[in-house]
Nanobody, 127 residues
């Protein structure tokens, strides 16, 4: 059974930083393409960042490019999302997701492609 557990969310002022973590258990992290999504109240779930199974490629949503960075520690089976220069519009529940069918260098930016999800962690950015 694959489990994803996020942590690191919280309340931060605009311009601040947070680092989210997602620990994967049950299978080796390198088996999956990994991604972060977020969902604000009343809005669709939005792709934030992804990393391919090969780990050669990363991709980011337009609203976070240049501010957020996805990375992973295969030895710790953990994926990270470093979030800098946070804005009030970044406020959302952030979810970690794993895609077991991804092509080696490909990242799916749509939530329906992902098979495993964490429970989410709340990020709130005050102005």
């Amino acid at each position: 059974q694959v489990q994803l557990v996020e942590s690191g969310g919280g309340l931060v002022q605009a311009g601040g930083s947070l680092r989210l973590s997602c620990v994967v258990s049950g299978r080796t992290l390198s088996t999956y393409a990994m991604a972060w999504f977020r969902q604000a109240p009343g809005k669709e779930r939005e792709f934030v960042a992804g990393i391919s199974r090969s780990r050669r490629n990363t991709n980011y949503g337009d609203s976070v490019k240049g501010r957020f960075t996805i990375s992973e520690d295969n030895g710790e089976n953990t994926v990270y999302l470093q979030m800098n220069n946070l804005k009030p519009e970044d406020t959302a529940v952030y979810y970690c997701a794993a895609d077991r069918n991804a092509a080696f260098d490909f990242i799916q930016p749509v939530s329906a492609a992902y098979h495993y999800w964490g429970q989410g962690t709340q990020v709130t950015v005050s102005s």
